[in-house]
Structure formats: C-alpha cells, structure tokens
C-alpha cells in the first residue's frame, strides 16, 4: 500500500536496509553469531511492525537480484553495485525460493509467531535458497 511504500522511506532505511542485506550476506556464508546479533537487537523491542519492516527489506532486495537476472531494473539503484555481486557471487541461487521463505517469516511475524524463531528459521531457509541446497526446504 500506499502508507507501507512511505514508512519504507523513512529516516531509518538505510541502515534498516544495510541491516537486511547484511543478514542475508551473515545467513549465506553460516555465520550464526553474526545473524544471532541482528535477529536479538531486532526482537529486543518486541517492535513487530520493524521487524516487518526488515523482512520488507530483505524481500525487495531479493526481488531486485531476480529481476536483475532476467534483465529487468532494479528497486535498490542506488546500491546497484552491491546487487550486480549478489547476483553474480550466487549464480544457483534459488530467488523464487527465498523469496517465498522471506514472505513466510513475514506472514509468522504479523501472525505473532516468536520473533527471533521465525528469523532463525528464516536464516536457515535463506542459506540452502541462495546456495542452492536441495536437501533441505
């Protein structure tokens, strides 16, 4: 909607944004105390409403690495450097599938599902989506 697209752009979306990626960057390479950190400083205020707001992050990013695959333009221009590694440095990666995986975190955190649970979960979800693990949903 409308007002989510404004609270997007809010004082704080860089860093809200840095922080996405840097998850998503932490969850890929396996670094659980590094996630572990993000995941307690943003349950810490019990802020369901940032927390959806995070996992807004992570889905445009993601989303701008797949459209970015099939030659579209990306959301994220400004960081657009960033995103040209993404893709390239994760060539299996599995978007639709973390893509999915990131709306489900979101769909638990708005349905008050524990908060650091549901972006365990996600962490782990978004590790075998990225580097492509079949083993594993």
């Known amino acids: 909607s ?3 697209a404004l609270e997007l752009l ?29 995941i307690e400083d943003l349950a810490a205020a019990k802020d369901r409403t940032r927390v959806a707001r995070f996992l807004t992050f992570v889905l445009v990013w993601l989303r701008d690495g797949f459209v970015l695959r099939h030659g579209g333009s990306a959301i ?29 975190a979101l769909s638990l955190v708005e349905r008050n599902v524990y908060i650091p649970l549901a972006l365990v979960q996600l962490s782990i979800r978004l590790k075998r989506a990225l580097l492509d693990d079949r083993t594993g949903s």
């Open 76 to 104: 994220n221009v400004d960081d657009r450097a960033a995103l040209d590694r993404f893709r390239d440095n994760l060539p299996r990666a599995d978007l639709p599938r973390a893509l999915a995986a990131s709306e489900a």
């Open 10 to 38: 809010g004082e704080d979306s860089p860093a809200m944004r840095a922080r996405a990626v840097e998850f998503l960057r932490r969850s890929v390479i396996g670094d659980a105390g590094a996630v572990w950190r993000i």
């Open 2 to 4: 409308f007002t989510a």
